[in-house]
């Protein structure tokens, strides 16, 4: 049965079902039930955006709420997972990894090829990220390209409730350590979701819209910011293939490398900074095996090279919007 | 010094055997090392655990295979306690095809999951929080295994330590912290390093028992160890073992350690040593007999020159063995 969920509650109910097909699934983080000790109510808030609200009463002892020391938990995760279970970790916000970069980078990463493939780490680290709420440079920061760098992690960014609950439950199913990103602006959107457990592959883009004049490749927020885009520049007849990446590791290259030979064109869409990015990745890997189908030069639409600024003009100056996109797609059209 | 003063019940003739072989093969094991790092035949780096074996014997002589622990980069000691084969890991020493690891991990990063021993670990205070972990999966399953956090003193003040003492006390885990004070993290004196006036007041500021013991003592490891342990398993959550030890060697070989006192360690060797002061203890009580003794000593001595040749005659790892284990699965393998 399919209905509508939010990206939210698409989220808690792909947790609440692997946790009733396996026993081994645990969630650890600060506040995910909320309350711990406290005089007042259990399960007060379901962590700080109410993503895993109503799973401890559902699963007693599998979901614990943490002291707020990152690097135990999340190396505890580490810990738990060499020992056989499933842990899924809620880092509040991906600028935490900032604390815990060890026991994601030096040890969940490198664990396997260190044993020498004797050993898994089946560990997903779920993480809100992004920019637009006021949040300042500490709380607003998407960081994926930082883990996409790390060989041995895997990295989920998905754009909408329905690939949130596949790529989730294929996330914790995986045997490799999976850092699951949420953009905070997805939350509230609802989408269609089938009811019935299902799965999204890692590494499988997805073409959301169709056209071809140029290709804009994009992921989480950005995807429905780069879709009004297209949307824009089809009224002045220029077609985009927009392409979800939903996954930066691993990158669905021969998605993108397919696209890019049908339209010689490339605009690559990400609201982080443009230094050693997502974007600049894709644009490396399409001017290295794409060169001789590109007809113009690869543009790369970013934030700039600073810090999530508080203030709301500038916020709002520091993200990439729809027109940014569609102008730099009439750039790159113009381009004979 | 503060030494337990917790009565021993002694170990049984077969336990001190067995106490003894794991000491003796860490001490030539790590010798035979220390002289094929000396000859460059050892690719890298190594941290030899020569001085401290009885610390972690002591300890794991009371953990089955099912237990847990994790260890540093001075690990050889621990694994060789845990149970590991000398041979995978002399093998993973050299980088070969045959090591325990696939050649992948060597000394610093040498594990074996058999044996519950889930890591050397080349980053200074990572270990705790993976023993939290093990215990908190050992209490998820229903099971009263328990997990060993060894460390150094070094790590003793790492934030990832301390952040783990209070978990391990939140959750009242199953975790053992063996702090191995060998009284320098790589040149820098615990005395100098460590804020408090111990590590063991600094479990105790956490809620979290803690005994100080002569970690050159076998029998008072032994009898802390047992408490420990006991207290693990038995539900009573973590506890701290504040372990004095002698590091004999440098913090890796080829360290000319000119920040040790001028003959620290040679009186440290003449009048301190764990093996010695066993053997010293086990013949004088008359627990064991020089010729079982002598027995051990030529098994050990064969086992490791068994493991050193097979090592150097061992085939490096293939070359496809590059790409070979940095996922689990990715897209298109067989799941």
Known sequence: MTRRLTFRDAVNEALRQEMERDPSVILLGEDIAGGAGAPGARDAWGGIFGVTKGLQPLFPGRVLDTPITESAFVGAAVGAALAGQRPVVELMFNDFMGVCFDPIVNQAAKMRYMLGGRAGVPLVIRTAFGAGFRSAAQHSQSLYALLTHVPGLKCVVPSNATDAKGLLIEAIRDDDPVVFFEHRKLYDLDAEVTEEPYTVPLGRARVVRRGGDLTVVTLGAMVAVALAAATTLAAEGIECEVIDLRTTSPLDEGRILESVHATGRLVVVDEAPPRCGIASDISAIVAERAFASLRAPIARVTAPHCPVPFSPVLEDLYLPNEDDVANAARDVVLIR | ?335
């Open chain 2, 1 to 335: 010094m503060t030494t337990s003063s917790r009565q021993a019940t002694t170990p049984s003739p077969e336990t001190l055997l067995e106490a003894y072989r794991l000491m003796k093969t860490i001490r030539t094991f790590e010798e035979c090392l220390s002289a094929e790092f000396a000859a460059e035949r050892i690719p890298g780096a190594v941290h030899l655990y020569t001085g401290q074996e009885a610390c972690a014997v002591g300890v794991c002589l009371h953990l089955s295979e099912d237990d847990c622990i994790v260890s540093t980069h001075r690990g050889h000691g621990h694994c060789i306690a845990k149970g590991m084969d000398v041979g995978g890991m002399m093998a993973e020493v050299f980088g070969r095809a045959s090591g325990v690891c696939r050649g992948k991990g060597g000394s610093m990063h040498v594990a074996d999951l058999d044996t519950g021993m889930l890591g050397a670990n080349g980053i200074v205070g990572a270990g705790p929080p993976i023993a939290c972990g093990a215990a908190l999966a050992a209490r998820c399953k229903g099971h009263s295994t328990v997990a060993v956090a060894f460390i150094g003193d070094g790590a003793s003040n790492q934030g990832s330590t301390l952040e783990s003492l209070n978990l391990a006390c939140v959750w009242d885990l199953p975790v053992i912290f063996v702090v191995e004070d060998n009284g320098y993290a790589e040149t820098t004196a615990s005395s100098y390093a460590i804020g408090a006036e111990s590590n063991a007041a600094r479990a105790r500021g956490f809620g979290i028992p803690a005994i100080e013991v002569d970690g050159g003592d076998f029998f008072a490891m032994d009898s802390a160890a047992a408490e420990a342990v006991a207290r693990a398993r038995a539900g009573g959550g973590p506890t701290l073992l504040d372990c004095k030890v002698t590091r004999y060697r440098g913090h890796f070989e080829g360290d000319a350690q000119t920040y040790r006192a001028e003959g620290e360690v040679e009186q440290a060797r003449r009048e301190n040593d764990c093996i010695r002061a066993f053997v010293r203890r086990v013949t004088t009580t008359e627990l064991l007999e020089r010729e079982q003794l002598a027995a051990i000593d030529r098994r050990v001595a064969s086992v490791v020159e068994d493991a050193l040749a097979a090592a150097r005659a061992a085939p490096d790892p293939d070359p496809t063995d590059l790409m070979r284990d940095v996922y689990v699965s990715t897209l298109g393998d067989p799941k």
